[in-house]
């Protein structure tokens, strides 16, 4: 720096603040608040009243919220889809399981990335269904970038052998709210 000083013996302040520039790092956008996931329990309190009933030939009814539409199951899935407004990263599919195997060995094991993790065992209609909740970190890809996916699976046995299942999510954790309100609407009705 000695050939750069002026007379005063000083720096001049054009250079001292390149410097500067130069060693305070890229900037870099924050990064939006990241909210947990929501517990699987208790049920969240939302009124699904209004939403549209479903019924399946295996005798089982649901609901699922009316701002979600039905679509083709991807690449011929034995399952039934809807998707939140349209938004395929945002969906629910609901179908069934067949296996004697116990709801609790049928269960999503935490993996790498899943955070906030919750489980329970709740009772709708008479009936034990198991609920699991939570955060994938960089679970979907939007807008150019990763972003976490809230998700919510639930198991509901039918009848021996025949288990349904409900597994829905998205990047917005309402998306979350509502498969898991959507979960603790199922009714069997044994045949």
């Not at 410097?19 to 924050?30: F, S, Y």
């Not at 990064?31 to 699904?48: K, Q, S």
């Not at 919220?65 to 034995?78: H, T």
């Not at 008479?126 to 990763?146: D, S, Y």
């Amino acid at each position: 720096m000695r050939g750069l000083q002026e007379e005063s013996g000083q720096v001049p302040i054009y250079l001292t603040l390149l410097v500067i520039g130069c060693h305070a790092g890229p900037r870099v956008a924050p990064r939006p608040e990241v909210l947990p996931a929501i517990p699987a329990c208790p049920a969240p309190a939302v009124d699904v009243a209004d939403w549209p009933l479903v019924e399946d030939s295996a005798g089982v009814t649901f609901r699922v919220p009316a701002d979600y539409v039905e679509r083709p199951p991807l690449s011929g899935a034995q399952y039934r889809r809807w998707d939140l407004g349209g938004d395929v990263a945002q969906s629910t599919a609901i179908g069934f399981i067949h296996s004697y195997e116990p709801m609790v060995a049928l269960r999503r094991a935490p993996s790498i990335g899943m955070q906030e993790m919750t489980e329970c065992i709740d009772s709708v209609a008479g009936r034990e269904i198991l609920v699991q909740a939570w955060r994938m970190v960089g679970g979907t890809f939007r807008n150019g970038r990763r972003q976490d996916k809230y998700e919510a699976f639930a198991l509901i046995p039918v009848q021996p052998g025949l288990i349904v299942f409900l597994a829905g999510g998205g990047y917005d954790r309402r998306a979350q709210l509502l498969a898991l309100a959507a979960a603790r609407t199922f009714r069997v009705f044994s045949p």
